[in-house]
């Protein structure tokens, strides 16, 4: 099934006195990028979180959140560096002496120094925190996916309907065609033979240039391998793999398509419904970007 590159999903439990958080967010992205946050407690729990998001998410940048929220043991801690502390007081008492300054060095002033005191997460000791985030993560997980896929269906089946007016256009194209054709080619006899109104010098090769010129206009190559990529587009949306750069691909050959069309069918009616084709074909350009 087709899947969309954005997705939430989110589990929370109890613990501690307080509560845990898992988040799992993603986004469109080129390519597949995994961003990570954990407390410094769960750190080992990293390179497990993201084999798993990769296994189900093949494009997107996907990040994960785990919140430590309340509770005794999810606060933080502070730290004081005695030693850098001591050879503050004893430079600044130096420079002191040196430019003779007055003042005093006290507690204020040395805790103005970032490096003295420092605040750090405290510590998580309990093995029963990663179970639950694991639990909690999975959860998520599946939740993210199911967004996924849900949206990814949403934007199959709009580009499904999307494909229905492509054809209908195109098959109009198609019907048009061949009176487009004879009709260049009957103008332009007209035009020979007025200018040669004396007399045709050799009516045989004169319709051979003709019709060969009138072929020009002729769209049928290009209609059907336009058919061909709408055939597998509508394919590759059926598909359990990773298509969304297929289906860039598809659009942008049944853009030349068209364009083609459009440049060679020289006809008012035609050039309607090849602009439809190309509004049409803009829209679903824009949704298959979210696609996986």
């Given at each position: 099934m087709i899947k969309s590159m954005t997705g939430y999903g989110r589990r929370e439990t109890a613990w501690a006195g307080g509560s845990v958080v898992v988040e799992l967010r993603s986004v469109n992205h080129r390519f597949c990028e995994v961003v990570i946050r954990?407390?410094?407690?769960?750190?080992?729990?990293?390179?497990?979180?993201?084999?798993?998001?990769?296994?189900?998410?093949?494009?997107?940048?996907?990040?994960?959140?785990?919140?430590?929220?309340?509770?005794?043991?999810?606060?933080?801690s502070l730290s004081l560096d005695r030693s850098v502390a001591r050879q503050y007081h004893r430079l600044l008492g130096d420079l002191k002496r040196e430019l003779r300054l007055g003042g005093t060095i006290d507690v204020p002033l040395l805790a103005g120094?970032?490096?003295?005191?420092?605040?750090?997460?405290?510590?998580?000791?309990?093995?029963?925190?990663?179970r639950s985030v694991r639990r909690l993560f999975a959860g998520a997980l599946a939740d993210l996916d199911t967004m996924r896929r849900r949206e990814g269906g949403a934007l199959a089946r709009d580009a499904r309907s999307r494909l229905q007016v492509i054809r209908e256009a195109t098959a109009s194209i198609e019907a048009r065609t061949p009176q487009v054709v004879q009709g260049y080619y009957e103008r332009m006899k007209a035009r020979v033979e007025k200018l040669l109104a004396s007399g045709l010098p050799?009516?045989?090769?004169?319709?051979?240039?003709?019709a060969l010129y009138a072929d020009r206009c002729d769209v049928t190559?290009?209609?059907?391998?336009?058919?061909?990529?709408?055939?597998?587009?509508?394919?590759?949306?059926?598909?359990?793999?990773?298509?969304?750069?297929?289906?860039?691909?598809?659009?942008?050959?049944?853009?030349?398509?068209v364009n083609t069309i459009g440049s060679k069918a020289n006809d008012a009616e035609i050039a309607t419904r090849v602009v439809h084709i190309k509004g049409e074909l803009e829209k679903i350009r824009e949704q298959v970007q979210n696609i996986e």
């Open positions: 954990l407390p410094k407690a769960l750190f080992s729990l990293e390179e497990e979180f993201k084999r798993k998001i990769q296994h189900r998410c093949t494009r997107g940048r996907t990040e994960l959140t785990t919140s430590l929220l309340g509770g005794k043991e999810s606060g933080k120094f970032r490096d003295i005191v420092s605040v750090t997460d405290q510590p998580v000791a309990d093995r029963r925190l990663a050799d009516p045989g090769r004169l319709n051979q240039e003709l190559e290009e209609l059907t391998r336009l058919e061909s990529h709408l055939v597998q587009f509508d394919a590759a949306l059926k598909s359990k793999e990773s298509v969304g750069r297929t289906l860039d691909f598809l659009l942008q050959e049944m853009g030349r398509e």
